[in-house]
């Protein structure tokens, strides 16, 4: 079964960085776009960044533009999304998921708490 | 943008029920649009792409239909693993937008 395992979440001050991680399992990674998508506690789904199967193409919401680069390492099967100036906007449950349009598997996402 | 309007917001029904969902957006979106149920304390899973496409797995109790601004998931007889939290999405533009849920809940 196509297993995605999200970690690297946890408390940060207002304009303070992080990096989460995204480790893949039983698919081919390397053939596969992949994408972060986050969860606002209590809130709905928001697209947040995409990157395509060699990580030559990238695309970002607005929201994070500037802020968030996403990336990614085919040998070790690991999504990444490195977070800077972190607002308290951007607290959410982070998940990364299999897809570019339409998005499947998810994994069980990682907690991102911005507050001082 | 394109914004996506779910309705209703909350959906009371029994096991046996048959429920339908519904899924505007305010513009044209073709047939490119995916439904997606997450229940509580999980990711999301994928149930439908190409508005009517099943993903591995689904049953075919659950379906998709529309086309253009219009869309509909139905569930033609509620299991007691049916009862969550549904969300439509269009990719048809960018940004990817997604509606603001429906919860299906026990009657």
């Known amino acids: 079964q196509v297993q995605l395992v999200e970690s690297g979440g946890g408390l940060v001050k207002p304009g303070g960085s992080l990096r989460l991680s995204c480790a893949a399992s039983t698919f081919t990674f390397s053939d596969s776009y992949m994408s972060w998508i986050r969860q606002a506690p209590g809130k709905g789904l928001e697209w947040v960044s995409y990157?395509?199967?060699?990580?030559?193409?990238?695309n970002y919401a607005d929201s994070v533009e500037g802020r968030f680069t996403i990336s990614r390492d085919n040998a070790k099967n690991s999504l990444y999304l490195q977070m800077s100036n972190l607002r308290a906007e951007d607290t959410a449950m982070y998940y990364c998921?299999?897809?570019?349009?339409?998005?499947?598997?998810w994994g069980q996402g990682t907690l991102v708490t911005v507050s001082s | 943008e394109i914004v996506m309007t779910q309705s209703p917001d909350t959906l009371s029904a029994s096991a046996g029920e048959r429920v339908t969902l519904s899924c505007r957006a305010s513009?044209?979106?073709?047939?490119?649009l995916a439904w997606y149920q997450q229940r509580p304390g999980q990711g999301p899973r994928l149930l439908i792409y190409?508005?009517?496409t099943r993903a591995t797995g689904i049953p075919d109790r659950v379906s998709g239909s529309g086309s253009g601004t219009e869309f509909t998931l139905t569930i033609s007889s509620l299991q007691s693993e049916d009862f969550a939290v549904y969300y439509c999405?269009?990719?048809?533009?960018?940004?990817?937008?997604f509606g603001g849920g429906t919860k299906v809940d026990i009657k």
């Open positions: 513009q044209s979106l073709s047939r490119n």
């Open positions: 998921a299999r897809g570019q349009y339409w998005f499947g598997p």
């Open positions: 990157i395509s199967t060699t990580g030559t193409t990238k």
């Open positions: 999405q269009q990719y048809e533009n960018w940004p990817l937008t």
């Open positions: 190409g508005a009517s």
